[in-house]
Structures are given as structure tokens and as C-alpha cells.
């Protein structure tokens, strides 16, 4: 049988997409403002969020069992919509488990399509990125950037307390004040340079306002979720095989694996409109 009639004959299914928590929420967001024909399945896996403090292997682990559970669904492609599972699992998941589990089947990350971008933002050649503690750790923005952007400088802050606050309903309280201005400056010191700061984790939208009332004048705050949507839409105009293998109803469905009740009450702060969602077990 050739690969044409082979996709042809699959059943076709949703775009996977997969956070830690509520944070993918945000890129699925632009996705489905861009791309509304298709059929999503989103799962947070919010009974083991955050992903942020803890280790490359639970992280590869967790993004995994995510991973397989989306194929089991049915799903042909996943988008990573963490930025975490994408330093620290993506790059195992292509290259070691895909291949075992079916090689057609594609799973993307976050960084990529946000890396490949941010230099063109920058005046001053100075990119500051505030990510998890886990994504600042892998290393992965500045080596893909200087991939994209080899003369650019990247200055990266973890931002650990602000996930708690965002999946807490913290995120306007005194607290976030106090934290939003502590790693911007932590940042901002490293140089005065900076001109432009990536929000690289898919939770930090939901403090954008405050993050842009202590920002200094004439920089640039980038958030990912346009950034991924468009890659996404581009990188379907050029893999029709996959492409053709995406059902086209503009179906959303959501599943967590902590309380639905939870998901649906917090899901809406992140995703702009009322969440239904049905609780899994992985
Ligand atoms: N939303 C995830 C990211 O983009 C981080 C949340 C977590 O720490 O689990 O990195």
C-alpha cells in the first residue's frame, strides 16, 4: 500500500494538545482563533502540575504517559503546549519513542516556533526569557535562539513562584505584586541591554497586565500563543499527509487528570470561555 492511500484509509482524529495544567489553555486559545475547523482534545495533567521544579526524568516520564494516552485516543499529532515538557521531554519523545510507537504519528514542541522568532523582536540584540526553573535549567532558549540568532544574547530568570500563584487564583493579589516585580528586576540586572522578554512558560499570560505595569518603557513583552498558532497553521500547509489525517468539525473537548469541577472553575481564566471537561486516569 503507498503512504497516500495508507493516511487516506486512517481514521481521522483531533489535535492532541497537553499541558501540566490550565497554561496550555492559553496557546490553545490562538490555535483554535486561527485554526477553528479542526477537532481538539486538550489534557492538563493538573493532578502532577507543576511540572516546573521537577526533574528531566519525571518530567520525560509524565509528557510520556500523556503522550501515549493522546494515542491511544486516536491522535496522530500533539503539540507540547508546555514549555517545560518541551525542554525536557520533547527531544527523548522524537527521538527514542516515536519511532517504537509509529513513526507517523508527530508530536511538537512550544520552543521551536517561539525561538525561531523572538531575535527578529530585539533592537539591541538582547532577549530576556522567564521561563520555569525547569526551562531555564535545560538551557534550551538560548542554544535553539543562537541556533536562529547566532549573535543575539539571551538572558534567561526562572520564575518559580509564579505558577503557584496563577494555578492558586493568586495572580492579582499583593503576592504577584511583589513576585512579578522581583524577576523582572532579577532579570532586567543581568543587563540593560534587554529589549525584549519572551514570556517562555504557557501560564504567564494570565499575569501579563501586571507584568507590563512594572516593566520599564521600550521593552518588548512576547507572549507565545499567536507565535505557536501560526507555526502550527504553517507547518499544516506543509505536511498534508498529517494534515488530511485531522478530523474538521471545530470540536473541543477537555480532560484533566485531577477534578473536573476544579478544571471547569479555574479553565475559563485561561482559556477565555466556558471549559466542560471529563477526569481521567492515566
Ligand atoms: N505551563 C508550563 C510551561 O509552559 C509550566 C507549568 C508547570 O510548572 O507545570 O512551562
Known amino acids: 500500500m503507498r503512504w497516500g492511500s495508507y493516511f487516506c484509509a486512517m481514521k481521522k482524529s483531533p489535535i492532541g494538545v497537553f499541558d501540566s495544567g490550565y497554561g496550555g489553555l492559553t496557546v490553545l486559545k490562538e490555535i483554535v482563533k486561527q485554526l477553528p475547523e479542526y477537532d481538539y482534545l486538550y489534557l492538563g495533567d493538573n493532578a502532577r502540575a507543576p511540572y516546573g521544579p521537577r526533574s528531566f526524568e519525571t518530567v520525560y516520564q509524565y509528557t510520556l504517559q500523556c503522550v501515549v494516552w493522546f494515542f491511544e485516543q486516536g491522535c496522530e499529532l500533539v503539540i507540547l503546549a508546555c514549555n517545560t515538557a518541551s525542554a525536557k521531554a520533547l527531544r527523548n519523545i522524537q527521538q527514542k519513542d516515536l519511532p517504537k510507537i509509529g513513526s507517523h504519528k508527530r508530536v511538537l514542541g512550544v520552543i521551536r516556533p517561539s525561538t525561531e522568532i523572538i531575535g527578529n523582536y530585539s533592537t539591541n540584540g ?81 499575569l501579563m497586565d501586571k507584568i507590563k505595569q512594572y516593566l520599564p518603557a521600550g521593552i518588548t513583552l512576547v507572549s507565545q500563543g499567536e507565535i505557536v498558532a501560526k507555526s502550527l497553521l504553517q507547518w499544516l500547509e506543509s505536511h498534508h499527509d498529517m494534515e488530511n489525517l485531522i478530523s474538521k468539525s471545530g470540536s473541543l473537548r477537555f480532560c484533566t487528570t485531577d477534578s473536573a469541577l476544579d478544571f471547569d472553575n479555574h479553565a475559563s481564566l485561561f482559556f477565555g470561555r466556558e471549559v466542560k471537561s471529563q477526569h481521567i486516569f492515566l
Not at 187 to 202: G, H, R, V
Request: hydrophobic share 40%; proline share 7%.
Open 126 to 206: 538582547a532577549i530576556g526569557i522567564l521561563g520555569t526553573a525547569g526551562t531555564v535549567l535545560s538551557e534550551s532558549y538560548p542554544i535553539e535562539i543562537h541556533k536562529f540568532f547566532p549573535g543575539r544574547e539571551v538572558f534567561q530568570q526562572a520564575c518559580p513562584m509564579w505558577v503557584p500563584l496563577i494555578e492558586n487564583g493568586e495572580f492579582e493579589s499583593e503576592g504577584a505584586n511583589y513576585f512579578v516585580q522581583k524577576y523582572l528586576q532579577d532579570l532586567l540586572a543581568q543587563s540593560p541591554k534587554i529589549d525584549t522578554i519572551l514570556l517562555a512558560c504557557t501560564h504567564y499570560p494570565l
